[in-house]
């Protein structure tokens, strides 16, 4: 079973410091806070009064008690809850390290009250219009009981009685939806697939949805900076939370341990409004991995071209995202099935973004998977197999530790959807291969382009993205693999995107050449004429860390790596070539 595999450290309980809001205290009870109140200086008043029900004691299937806060409009009318479900703090929104992310990326501490969890619904906006906000803190957080998980289906199980709870309660109509960005989103597939009764609703905002090939081991790489930093900094609490660094170590391939960590996505049929975008390094291919799997009849997918705080605090999206409340949790006809059902970015890098363009799904139906062919003589991307082999070769220990392939378009091209490469590769004086591939964007003259995806362009910002930080500044489409962990999952894979089993070792021979498939981060990419696509093979990361701060990964490579083109080993990156410009679009 896979909790005979979990491993458990000690947790501590959060104290006075970076972490520790206003409200982190324990302190159950009932308050009112009047129209006007302002938690603290930075941040926005509230525009009515709200009720705080204060550490609210919620027993859980087991017996396990964890402790919510409720924030709801003052007065007898029943009202809809929004849980936001992750162990950060319920009380961080005020906290030092809350208000330094949003000084990080550009945002305002005055556009949210300081009431809402740290990537989760403010109450001041909800509460105004008609909505209760649940804060829990979950098992083995603050003072709820039992030891934390990480993304894990436990963590379903929980929220599924926390919905139901807080449907009966007197105050509330009996629906309840789910909200939020990072965590708050990935925790939403998990309870849907539990499918409690009364969740009317899902708003995953960019979230990770298999924490195997998202989070610890991308491309079978154990990668775990961002996973470090999750595990030391988050779980604060009385009791043990889950080691996920040790388990990475202790369990290298697919095991039930890391299927527990992936959602039931076809028990997922909640009406659904999914936000994603293409340069979430994090959370890009778990969200449209989840879109794609989830079975919900009635699911919308929004693809923006920021990056997930901006974007959700943005008061146009809120506005929206109301709407599509208002229409499952209220009942009301306000036309939002007529949304399309997918609205997707079409990134310029040159201050000419499309964004909302229309579409009834991703990817669009006028566009083609095109296979661009390596050419190891030439260095070019051509529409036509070369018929001749050529083999390209680096050194991963020698700069340059990489070859490219280039392409120049010689008329508008667009590109959306999935990229992926296949390739023909060989390693000399190694077993294995760990491979680093990147889709990059180069103006008319080679120049490559890249954008920033939050308001904050500053010095230092410059400084954190310029080897990591990938989240902050987009670079292109990337992905990696470990190529003895090549083996493609038949029941997974598609054309388009395939699909690794990392359940099985195959190492490489001396001399021996293999075929592998990479899946790249879906894209949404305009190329004018003249400009150029360049497709980078590398043994090191070429985007750097996720995050800033993070332990970057050291590739486990040596000797030489071979990429074979042509003849019979055709190598060739594929790209999602649309034909046409498929409905309306806005300038972003």
Known sequence: MSDDQKVFVPSQPLKPGARYGVLSGFEPGTRTLPAGFKIAPPFQSVPVEIVLEKDVAVTLRDGVKIYVD???????????????WSPYGKGQGTSPSVMGIFQMVGLDNGIVSG?????GPDPAYWCARGYAICNPDIRGVAESDGDSVIWDRQEGRDCYDLIEWLAVQEWCTGKVAMS???????SQWFTAAEQPPHLAAINPWEGVSDVYRDLVLRGGMPDTGFARQLQDNSYWGKGRKEDILA????YPLMTELWENKIPRFEQITVP???VASYSNTLHTAGTFRAWRRMASKEKWLRIHNSQEWPD??????????????????????NGWEQTPRVRYSVLDLEGGDQVAVGAGEFPPKDVTPTKYYLDGRSRALTTTAPSAEATVVYDVSSNPDAVSF???FDKETVLVGYPKAHLWVQARGSDDMDLFILVQKLDAYGTPLQQFTVPNQSALVQDITERGASILRYKGSDGRLRVSLRHLDETLSTDAVPAHSFDRVEKLSPGEVVEVEIDLLPIGLAFHSGEQLRFVISGRSLLGTMMPGIREYTPANSGQHVVHTGGKHASYLQLPVQARRQGTAVKG
């Open 70 to 84: 409720v924030l709801r409009p003052a007065g007898t009318q029943k009202v809809p809850v929004i849980v936001a």
């Open 406 to 408: 280039i392409t120049r």
């Open 247 to 250: 388990e990475a170590e202790r």
């Open 180 to 186: 939020g960005t990072s965590y708050l989103a990935v």
């Open 272 to 274: 659904a409004y999914v």
């Open 115 to 119: 009431l809402e969890k740290f990537e």
């Open 312 to 333: 959700y605090y943005d008061e146009a999206n809120r506005e929206e995202l109301r709407r599509f409340f208002d229409r499952y949790l209220k009942g009301e006809n």
